[in-house]
T-cell receptor, first 114, second 113 residues
Framework: GESVGLHLPTLSVQEGDNSIINCAYSNSASDYFIWYKQESGKGPQFIIDIRSNMDKRQGQRVTVLLNKTVKHLSLQIAATQPGDSAVYFCAENSINTNAGKSTFGDGTTLTVKP | DAGVIQSPRHEVTEMGQEVTLRCKPISGHNSLFWYRQTMMRGLELLIYFNNNVPIDDSGMPEDRFSAKMPNASFSTLKIQPSEPRDSAVYFC???????????FGEGSWLTVV
């Protein structure tokens, strides 16, 4: 029978390699973007954010790139470790409209092979 | 610092029973959110409050669902009567102000049989 439900993109990488997770957003008015990591059995956890006046922001082992022209966001994880295995969500928000609520993508499942 | 605290962590209940999920947001946060997560629909916003006032409840599935925030440190999500299709993980989250980073609790795993 036909499968139903979300078909989450998946990414499988070797331990030590770099990972790139992509996200397309839809609202051109969005001006604040956040990446979350959700491990099995837990709630989403904040990783890194970026505002629309920037195109790159770096954290510890993670870098977020923002391309407003094509409405694309990416999360780069350097030297991926088994503990990075999780589902990663991007979220967009518009502070100016005071919508107050983040719109979440469907998520990407990252599997790190030892 | 304590994060968002939810209870119960797990609940199994029979169809038709009332379910109450509880949430304590991070102290000082002015916005509180209730999300539902399922394999079918992903992460859905049900309702959010700002300064204890419901701002947007357009995600609440139907009248069986209700949410309250009587004070800045407590909120409830109630389902009455519960149905098997309500089985999901319900997350409470809070943020300092609308549009700021949202911090999630560990979730309440609900199974309705």
């Amino acid at each position: 029978g036909e499968s139903v439900g979300l078909h989450l993109p998946t990414l499988s990488v070797q331990e030590g390699d770099n990972s790139i997770i992509n996200c397309a957003y839809s609202n051109s008015a969005s001006d604040y973007f956040i990446w979350y990591k959700q491990e099995s059995g837990k709630g989403p956890q904040f990783i890194i954010d970026i505002r629309s006046n920037m195109d790159k922001r770096q954290g510890q082992r993670v870098t977020v790139l923002l391309n407003k022209t094509v409405k694309h966001l990416s999360l780069q994880i350097a030297a991926t470790q088994p503990g990075d295995s999780a589902v990663y969500f991007c979220a967009e928000n518009s502070i100016n409209t005071n919508a107050g609520k983040s719109t979440f993508g469907d998520g990407t499942t990252l599997t790190v092979k030892p | 610092d304590a994060g968002v605290i939810q209870s119960p962590r797990h609940e199994v209940t029979e169809m038709g029973q009332e379910v109450t999920l509880r949430c304590k947001p991070i102290s000082g946060h002015n916005s509180l959110f209730w999300y539902r997560q399922t394999m079918m629909r992903g992460l859905e916003l049900l309702i959010y409050f700002n300064n204890n006032v419901p701002i947007d409840d357009s995600g609440m599935p139907e009248d069986r669902f209700s949410a309250k925030m009587p004070n800045a440190s407590f909120s409830t999500l109630k389902i009455q009567p519960s149905e098997p299709r309500d089985s999901a993980v319900y997350f409470c989250a809070s943020s300092l102000f609308p549009g700021n980073t949202i911090y999630f609790g560990e979730g309440s795993w609900l199974t309705v049989v």
